[in-house]
């Protein structure tokens, strides 16, 4: 089971663009990639999912390298509502996906 | 909007007392999952259902039971709750598919306190 490694925390501003990065070296052939985001005293919300190279929805984008080591998760001008805790999570079931401590990010005025 | 629904939101019990966690869901997903989550700290699964009259145990042990009993429903119960059960617990689900994990939808959670 592939566990990941993200930054504990992270601090920006409103209208700047927000990267974070994931590691996760042993991640196997049949994984797939995805992103929560968490707000306090609710449930995870997902984000966006991908395998390999580039994935675009309406709120985030996610960055693959060719070897699947790592991601990065792009939050394009990001506001005040966007502070929360967000989450990567590699396995190719959900049962299988193993929870970190997910990345909090603070989105300052 | 996710149409996942769990009641109580909030419980204040006392020890010894059996309790039992509502988890409903309108969009006819076949899978099923509660997670217990303390505050600030990593999501862990307890159990997860593949569908009606399946149910798992997941990675975290807990000594709370579940059934699945029609596809919707998937109560979750302590039979006698304790302190160290305090917690918050989400439930979840998502559709059965192949070739990716499938979105999971979560429950606003239910926060349990054992006195």
């Known amino acids: 089971l592939a566990k990941t490694t993200q930054p504990i925390s992270m601090d920006s501003y409103e209208g700047q663009e927000v990267n974070i990065t994931c590691s996760h070296n042993n991640i196997a052939t049949n994984d797939y990639i995805t992103w929560y985001q968490q707000f306090p005293s609710q449930g995870p919300r997902f984000i966006i999912q991908g395998y390999k190279t580039k994935v675009t929805n309406e709120v985030a984008s996610l960055f693959i390298p060719a070897d699947r080591k790592s991601s990065t998760l792009s939050l394009p001008r990001v506001s005040l509502s966007d502070t929360a805790v967000y989450y990567c999570?590699?396995?190719?079931?959900?049962?299988?996906?193993?929870w970190g401590a997910g990345t909090k990010l603070i989105i300052k005025p | 909007e996710a149409d996942i629904y769990q009641t109580p939101r909030y419980l204040v019990i006392g020890t010894g007392k059996k309790i039992t966690l509502e988890c409903s869901q309108t969009m006819g997903h076949d899978k099923m999952y509660w997670y217990q989550q303390d505050p600030g700290m990593e999501l862990h699964l307890i159990h997860y259902?593949?569908?009606?009259?399946?149910?798992e145990k997941g990675d975290l042990s807990s000594e709370s039971t579940v059934s699945r009993i029609r596809t919707e429903h998937f109560p979750l119960t302590l039979e006698s709750a304790r302190p160290s059960h305090t917690s918050q617990y989400l439930c979840a689900s998502s559709e059965s598919g192949t070739g990716f994990t499938g979105e999971l939808f979560f429950g606003e959670g239910s926060r349990l306190t054992v006195l």
């Open positions: 259902s593949y569908g009606v009259n399946s149910t």
């Open positions: 999570l590699v396995g190719e079931s959900n049962y299988q996906l193993i």
